[in-house]
């Protein structure tokens, strides 16, 4: 049976590079003011920055319904026989439900959904292992199974250059927002059980501060699968990611040290600067 791996635009990586990968996907929905674009096609983070700057507030983000979800995977099924779908952490978006909800309707254990439990390039990292596995002449069932016991080996964490988004999004209040400023306070947010959650900070220069980050990372998550890691990043400085990937290189740890921008779903809730490496952490699966 051809199996195909889908995903969402919250996997932070570009069109171009699904669409090359062979990799279907649906875009979800951004809102400045009483307009909607979608993610991917038609905004950029750029637009979210400018809109920010201007009006003083976050846009929105939209997920898909269960019947945009089952529209894309009954397109999909036009060409293969089954689906796995990767999919954004379930406690951080109804996009997982939604996905679900549509694989139900659809029946006939056409469409096998997968939680992600990370954001990002987490869930890319899954993607990518779930696309290696249907290459390899795994069915559907088994590939969402190994999928899913893989997700909760995967490190993904940033470190949030600036916690105004935080603010304006509600998830800091004005006086922690105004001490971090005043303090020059940089968070580190992780992937923990499915929830972003704030495990330490960091004060200092940006390229200092994200070294001393990947090196505690990398010395806490120490058994990485060497295949690949991501440096992901909401339109950092250009010098401080070329200075951060080299440096990650310079470990000699993965064969593979990808940068890669995130859309703006993800950068509706992040701001302009944050960083983060992500790769899964269980040496290495066959």
Known sequence: ?????????????????????????LPCLVTLGTTDYTDTVDIKTSDIEAYVKKTKKLPKSAARSAEDFKEFFNSVLKDCDVIVHISISSELSCLYNNAVKASEEIGGNKVYVVNSRVLSTG???????????????????????????????????????????????????????????????????????????????????????????????????????????????????????KDVVEYV??????????????NCTIYTHCGKGTLGILYINDGGAD
């Open 249 to 262: 290189k310079s470990k000699n740890i993965f064969d593979d040290v990808i940068e890669t921008h995130a």
């Open 1 to 25: 049976m051809k199996v195909k791996i889908t995903t969402d635009s919250t996997c932070d990586t570009t069109k171009e590079f699904l669409e090359k990968q062979g990799i279907p996907y």
């Open 123 to 241: 869930t890319l990292l899954l993607v990518l292992y779930a696309k290696e596995l249907a290459e390899k002449g795994e069915d559907a069932k088994t590939i969402a199974e190994k999928a899913g016991h893989r997700a909760y080996a995967i490190q993904a964490s940033f470190v949030v250059d600036t916690i105004d988004y935080l603010y304006k999004g509600g998830r800091c209040s004005a006086m922690a927002a105004f001490g971090a400023n005043l303090l020059k306070l940089k968070p580190k947010l992780q992937l923990v059980d499915g929830k972003i959650i704030s495990t330490g900070k960091y004060r200092g220069k940006s390229n200092i501060v994200l070294k001393k980050y990947i090196d505690e990372t990398l010395s806490t998550y120490n058994n990485p699968d060497k295949k690949r890691c991501f440096i992901t990043h909401a339109d950092a400085d250009e010098d401080i990611v």
